[in-house]
Each structure stands twice: as C-alpha cells, then as structure tokens.
C-alpha cells in the first residue's frame, strides 16, 4: 500500500523500499516495497505488531541502514547516494534522534550531555554551552542543567534525550518508541512536550510506538504489517506551517 499526503512540501519521500536481512541461511523480509510521503511539519506515528518492520522502516528512512531497493530522499536528498561521511553529517546536521532508552552518559551532567553532539561537530565550547542552556529551556528543564542522570526522573532524563535531539535544531526527529520505558505520566508529559515542539518549530516527528494513546497525539498513524504499510489513521487536521524549520 502506499500512502501520500498532498499537502505541504514533502520533507520525506519513500518508494518501493524493500530490505532484507540475512541470519543462519535465512531471509527476513523486513521492508516488502513501503512508500509513503510525509510533509514537513507532520507528526505521524508508525504502529503495529512485533516484527512488522516499524524500526526497521525508521532506520533505512534515516540512512542508518541501508536498503536492497527501492528509494529514500530526506529534503530531496536521496540518502543511498550519500557516503557514509556525507551521511553522517547530513545526520549531525539536519536530524535529530529519540530512544526508548536515554543513553545518557551517567558522569555528565544534563547539559554536558546535551551539548556532546556540538562538541564532537566542532562547534566551539562556548557556542556549545549556549546552545545545549538553550535546549534544556526549550524542554522546560534549565533549572537542572548542572544534574547528572541519577538525579533526575524518568521523564526528566527524557527530556534530556530530547533537547539533545533537538540542539542542532534538525528539520526532522526521528523517536523510536520515546514513551516505552515511561510510566503513563511520564509518557504524558514528553508527549505533550514533542507536541508543544512540533507546533512552534515546524520540525517534523517520526514516532515509532506500540502505545495507542501516544498514537493517537500524532497527526496520523501508519500501520504496518508483515513489512508492509496496511493502512492510516488520521487523527486531527496537519495544517503545513508557514515557513521552514529553524536551521
């Protein structure tokens, strides 16, 4: 099945992807011809069972794995013609990323986690430390930028994970399952944070998710099965925003 949007400039656009892994002599189809079209701007969820090929579907989209056939473009970027280097700092650029699981450094503190990525781009430790104070305030946590991981929440230290995605102010997000280790007010509180986000910086959102109820805070869900989109689920209006994406 594919799915399209016709409203708003495409910021992802998939055709006929298929991907396949190879473990002990046998196939997996994990990807069997997915396209789909998402605008700028969108938050759509991607859903369905276990081994439906939705974190498969999220990582080729994000050039993180590559693909048999088919094609990906990011911003009109087809992302299988990049090098692994050009890949990597269209990533470090353009994109930012949210787990399941914070993979914060337990030894630095909120901040210091947050502006890692600029460090290791090059951006000097000044506008750096700026830029990371600004992401924590952003995510309403500046008041606890000098705590270590073991100091906050839960839902705290996701937010962390989630002003580091958003540091170098990416046209696009990709969160794989954001909510899942999340208690239920937790999981409330980031999604209302990646809402409050999507509407102020245009940024787009792929959110992978089990959890119907975060689904449903998406602009629309796409269900997968057997490494195929089956359908979608509009839940409220996409209204395309007025200008691009903070750069």
């Avoid at 910086?201 to 119907?212: G, K, L, M, R, Y």
Wanted: contains cysteine.
């Amino acid at each position: 099945m594919t799915i399209t949007t016709a409203t708003g400039t495409a910021i992802v656009e998939a055709h006929d992807v298929h991907k396949t892994y190879r473990s002990a002599g046998a196939a997996v189809h994990a990807l069997r011809g997915v396209s789909l079209t998402v605008p700028r701007g969108e938050m759509v969820s991607v859903m369905g069972p276990s081994g439906c090929g939705k974190t498969t579907l999220l990582n080729t989209l994000a050039g993180l794995d590559e693909i048999d056939s088919g094609s990906i473009r990011i911003e009109g970027q087809e992302i299988q013609a990049l090098s692994d280097h050009a890949k990597t700092d269209y990533r470090a650029r353009r994109m930012g990323f949210v787990f399941q699981f914070y993979n914060l450094l337990p030894v630095l503190t909120a901040v210091e986690n947050v502006e890692m990525p600029l460090l290791l781009s090059g951006i000097s430790i000044r506008e750096a430390r700026r830029r990371a104070l600004a992401a924590l305030d952003q995510v309403h946590l500046g008041e606890w930028a000098k705590h270590r991981p073991a100091q906050l929440s839960g839902g705290q230290r996701q937010r962390v994970t989630v002003a580091r995605a958003l540091v170098n102010n990416p046209a696009i997000v990709w969160a794989d399952e954001p909510t899942g280790d999340l208690d239920s007010a937790n999981a409330n509180e980031v999604m209302t944070l990646i809402q409050e986000l999507n509407a102020q910086n245009a940024q787009t959102f792929i959110i992978v998710t089990h959890d119907e109820q975060i689904g449903a805070r998406c602009h629309r869900t796409i269900h997968m099965r057997d490494g195929q989109i089956e359908n979608e689920t509009s839940h409220r209006p996409f209204i395309p925003p007025a200008a691009e994406p903070l750069a």
